[in-house]
């Protein structure tokens, strides 16, 4: 199952992005309720593998499994 960036949770710190094997995070200009911008895991590509949530330093910000209702889709 696919892993998810809860969008109002990211902080755009870009860490998961550079370290996902099939470059499947992609930016996102809108902002967040923190005002700041987030970034998008691509369903469809990831592969699972617990990387991005590994690396991430902002608690609650990547889940392991595929909740489109927590992440925006632009
Ligand atoms: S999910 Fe975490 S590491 Fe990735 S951009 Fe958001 S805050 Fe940064
Ligand atoms: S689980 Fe792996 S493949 Fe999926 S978005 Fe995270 S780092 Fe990329």
């Not at 992609?26 to 593998?49: A, E």
């Amino acid at each position: 199952m696919p892993h998810t960036i809860v969008s109002q949770k990211c902080e755009a710190v870009a860490i998961c992005k550079d370290a996902c094997p099939v470059d499947c995070i992609h930016f996102s200009n809108n902002r967040n309720k923190k005002g700041t911008n987030y970034y998008i895991i691509d369903f469809v590509k990831c592969i699972d593998c617990g990387v991005c949530l590994s690396v991430c330093p902002v608690e609650g910000a990547v889940i392991p499994e595929e909740r489109e209702d927590l992440q925006m889709i632009k």
